[in-house]
């Protein structure tokens, strides 16, 4: 495996193709923030902007000006969306709403963990861009917020009738290991590392199951123990080897190899028990007894899964030198590659059916967004060239 070519082509597919399509497309210089919903061309074919989404955008173009290059139209990008984000993004109290129309009216009210988590990853980098002081106290409070809804992260908008089944999710402290390194500047020492150690605990102790041969389930309930639910048989694989490379950030920062060990067993394991041996490609969500899922959309294959998979896969390559992770990467690679990427217009598919045909051309959406792409290949062109 040529490590040197593939950095290169990585480096390439990110500055050349998948940049340019959402500074050319997503941008709305007329009241803020950015679209998402793109047709393949980069056609906008709805204008609502959803909050989760914006701050993945404005973190993307952070992160690029911080660890990449200090070029001025990535900052703007980033700056235009961040400002929109503090105007209208929250009811005052940092509690973000799930989306709002293009000029910035809430649509729907702040319910989803996940708007908060990715305000408080945005305004940690563009703090980092910028040197502005209000945007890093927007992160903390926010942090501050995401860590006080931990018991009940949905909570007036739970729909979920308490007391009969309780159940945790895996999305949270999964989504926290990623989060905590990323406002690791905003943060105490001692903070940082006690909200560090509680997920990786939640993470490796709770929802990793050895008794089901080392997978990692959806969803527990409170007390830990697995639940024979729709919810609490799910697994979703992608989460899960998404999950693996944060702990594997994290076992690095810690310096401890038997946590970044565990967790690329854990990522062979996961993709093992997720690839479809009929069609190729990483199922999307399944059912740990074999049952039928309750997702309709189970069997499709999306671009995060799999370009998650290539992280975590060259990361664990990188950090513990297993051959078999590179024999996966390069199988997933092959996969990505000829599946995901489109050859004629910029920007990548999201969504293919079981077989790996193109389900919905678009670009962006409601739940894909200038993200798990750009990210990915910024990950994987940094590894390889360190393996290069």
């Known amino acids: 495996m040529d490590f040197k070519e593939l950095a290169k082509l990585y480096k390439n597919e990110l500055l050349e193709n998948v940049l340019p399509f959402w500074l050319n497309h997503s941008q709305d210089l007329e009241f803020g923030g950015y679209y998402t919903c793109l047709n393949r061309n980069g056609d906008v074919f709805d204008t609502d902007k959803f909050i989760w989404l914006q701050g993945r955008e404005v973190w993307l173009f952070s992160m690029l000006y911080n660890k990449v290059e200090k070029k001025q139209e990535w900052l703007d990008c980033a ?38 988590a990715f305000a408080a990853m945005a305004f940690g980098q563009l703090s980092l861009a910028t040197g502005n002081q209000e945007y890093a106290e927007i992160a903390k409070k926010t942090f501050t917020t995401i860590l006080s809804k931990e018991a009940n992260p949905k909570g007036k908008w739970n729909k979920l009738h308490p007391g009969t089944r309780d159940l945790k999710g895996f999305a949270l402290p999964m989504i926290l290991c990623n989060l905590s390194l990323e406002i690791e500047h905003l943060l105490n020492e001692e903070f940082l590392l006690s909200t560090i150690e509680a997920c990786i605990h939640e993470v490796m102790d709770v929802f990793y199951r ?65 690839w479809d041996k009929d069609y190729g490609g990483i199922y999307y969500f399944m059912d740990r007894a074999g049952n039928p899922p309750q997702q309709l959309e189970w069997d499709q294959k999306l671009w995060w899964v799999h370009i998650e998979a290539l992280i975590s896969l060259l990361k664990s390559y990188q950090l513990t030198g297993d051959k078999f992770c590179l024999e996966w990467f390069e199988n997933i690679h092959n996969y990505v590659w000829t599946h995901f990427k489109d050859t004629e217009y910029l920007e990548w598919y999201g969504y293919l059916n079981r077989r790996g045909e ?31």
Request: glycine share 12%.
């Open 79 to 116: 700056i235009q969306g961040g400002e929109f984000l503090k105007k209208y993004g929250h009811d005052g109290n940092y509690n973000w709403y799930f989306s709002l129309d293009r000029q910035g009216n809430p649509l729907v009210e702040p319910y989803n963990i996940f708007s908060y």
């Open 210 to 274: 050895p008794e089901l041969g080392g997978i990692i389930v959806e969803n527990v309930l409170i007390n830990g123990e697995l639940s024979d639910s729709f919810e609490g048989r799910q697994v979703t694989p992608g989460h899960a080897i998404e999950a693996m490379w944060f702990i594997m950030d994290l076992g690095k920062r810690l310096g401890r190899p038997e946590l970044i060990k565990k967790a690329k067993e854990i990522t062979l394991t996961m993709l093992d028990y997720g």
């Open 358 to 388: 193109v389900l919905l051309p678009l670009k962006g959406g409601k739940w894909k967004g200038c993200f798990h792409v750009p990210r990915g290949l910024y990950q994987c062109w940094q590894i390889l060239e360190t393996l290069a």
